[in-house]
């Protein structure tokens, strides 16, 4: 009735759970904690007959297959719970224990294999699912707080008749660790250089990481009424923008950087304190993808703009796990 609908923002609920079979919802299981949600409407295509000679005015409609379903979700990033969007991002996981946490490692797989979800969200009185959908993009961008932006594309909208939905979802250990800016350090040195340290410090206040992968729906085939799994039809893309207050000594350096196309090796550390709940992001290889821009303006704020390539060294680069960017989250969280 009326109370829920109130609730709608407040206590709503978006559940996501990896799916096996394109097309198939799955009930999901974990909840995550989302900012904004802007789910596909389910837009299918209408024809009507009014386009025939002797017809005059419409007089009848038909419902044809349903198109792409676009949607895009934002959250906040907790040190819990965003495991299963990393991977599908990504497209490479594996597991370790250490001394009193997990460590969770996504690399990039430039030739992904298939990986989807089913989301679910609470509307009022029912719940309604993207019963598959492939995470196409994902953006990583400090604002009060760690925050992350996805776009996925589904296949179509159903109603589940899922009752209690908002009883039925897990949430980890209630999203208590964000990371901040305080507890973040970004280290940038020569790609054949020693291994980052603390002197290879730059101190942005501004960090965008934004990994977009080539996925694309193909048109509906014959037998289907939806999109089928999309095809990454082109290479992944990481770029990183980094964002200063002020010009200073390191990042002057950079418009040679650019004019010299040197080759820089980045990590990107966001800690929580008092504990060993860490979020740390690799870039093996990094280059400036255009001149830095300095404004010209009192103090000289700056922008970098890098992009991550696979480094062709043959091995790691010094202090490095890979040879792409890869991903590495320390938490309590179960393997996926």
């Keep these: 009735g009326n109370k829920k609908m109130s609730l709608i923002q407040r206590e709503n609920h978006v559940g996501m759970i990896k799916g096996s079979e394109w097309g198939t919802a799955v009930t999901p299981t974990a909840g995550v904690y989302v900012k904004g949600h802007t789910p596909p409407k389910g837009a299918r295509k209408v024809i009507t007959n009014e ?33 299963g969007i ?22 990039l797989n430039t030739g ?3 990986k989807f ?37 589904g296949d179509k909208v159903s109603i589940t008749g899922w009752n209690n939905f908002e009883n039925t979802l897990t949430y980890p250990s209630k999203g208590k660790n964000i990371f901040k800016l305080s507890d973040a350090e970004v280290l940038i040195n020569a790609e054949g250089g020693a ?24 048109a509906v085939t014959a037998g289907k009424e939806t999109i089928t799994e999309p095809i990454e039809k082109t290479a992944p893309v990481v770029e990183v923008t980094l964002t200063f207050p002020k010009k200073e000594t390191t990042t002057a350096g950079y418009f040679a950087a650019f004019n010299n196309r040197e080759f ?31 404004a010209q303006d009192t103090p000289v704020p ?22 792409v960017p890869y991903i590495e989250l320390q938490n309590d969280g179960a393997t996926l």
């Design 51 to 83: 386009d025939e000679f002797g017809r005059g005015m419409a007089s009848s409609a038909e419902l044809l297959e349903f198109e792409g379903q676009s949607g895009s979700m934002s959250l906040r990033v907790y040190s819990e719970g965003l495991e």
């Design 86 to 107: 990393i991977d599908s991002l990504m497209g490479d996981y594996t597991h370790a224990t250490d001394t009193g946490f997990n460590k969770h490692t996504f690399k």
């Design 112 to 114: 992904m294999g298939s």
């Design 117 to 153: 979800h089913t989301i679910a969200w609470d509307e009022g009185d029912e719940v309604k699912a993207v019963n598959s959908a492939r995470i196409v993009s994902g953006n990583f961008s400090y604002a009060d707080g760690l925050n992350l932006d996805i776009n996925y594309l």
């Design 195 to 218: 291994a980052l340290a603390s002197g290879d410090a730059l101190n942005p206040s501004g960090i965008d990481i934004a990994i977009t992968r080539g996925f694309e729906a193909l």
């Design 264 to 294: 820089k090796k980045m990590q990107i550390s966001f800690s929580v304190k008092d504990s060993d709940h860490k979020l740390t992001f690799n870039f093996p290889r990094v280059f400036l993808a255009e001149a830095p821009d300095f």
């Design 302 to 323: 700056t922008t970098l703009k890098l992009k991550a390539l696979v480094s062709d060294l043959g091995a790691a680069p010094t202090g490095m796990d890979a040879l």
